[in-house]
């Protein structure tokens, strides 16, 4: 059964970083793509940023292009959501996502339990 545990969310000032971490198991992570997906209050959850099973095909929702990085570490079985200048629209629970196969468009078929991220202005 795949798990996925994320870590890193917090309270931040407008204009400041966070790392969100999630760590996989349960399945052959370097096989798969992940993604990180987020719900604001009184919005529907959105694709926030995804990247291939090794790392060479990213996507990035348009609002968040610029200022977040995804990456892996496939030796760890992790991946992280480096977010920069961060908005108080950003403000969200952020959920680590488990791709259905290796592509960065694969369905999810996995979820974490999200992370609370809070940007004050």
């Known amino acids: 059964q795949v798990q996925l545990v994320e870590s890193g969310g917090g309270l931040v000032q407008a204009g400041g970083s966070l790392r969100l971490s999630c760590v996989a198991s349960g399945r052959p992570f370097s096989s798969y793509a992940m993604s990180w997906f987020r719900q604001g209050p009184g919005k529907e959850r959105e694709m926030v940023a995804g990247i291939s099973f090794n790392g060479g095909s990213t996507y990035y929702a348009d609002s968040v292009r610029g200022r977040f990085a995804i990456s892996r570490d496939n030796a760890r079985s992790t991946v992280y959501l480096l977010m920069n200048n961060l908005k108080p629209e950003d403000t969200a629970l952020y959920y680590c996502?488990?791709?259905?196969?290796?592509?960065?468009?694969?369905?999810?078929?996995?979820w974490g339990q999200g992370t609370q991220v809070t940007v004050s202005s």
């Open positions: 996502a488990h791709g259905s196969s290796y592509a960065v468009t694969s369905p999810t078929d996995y």
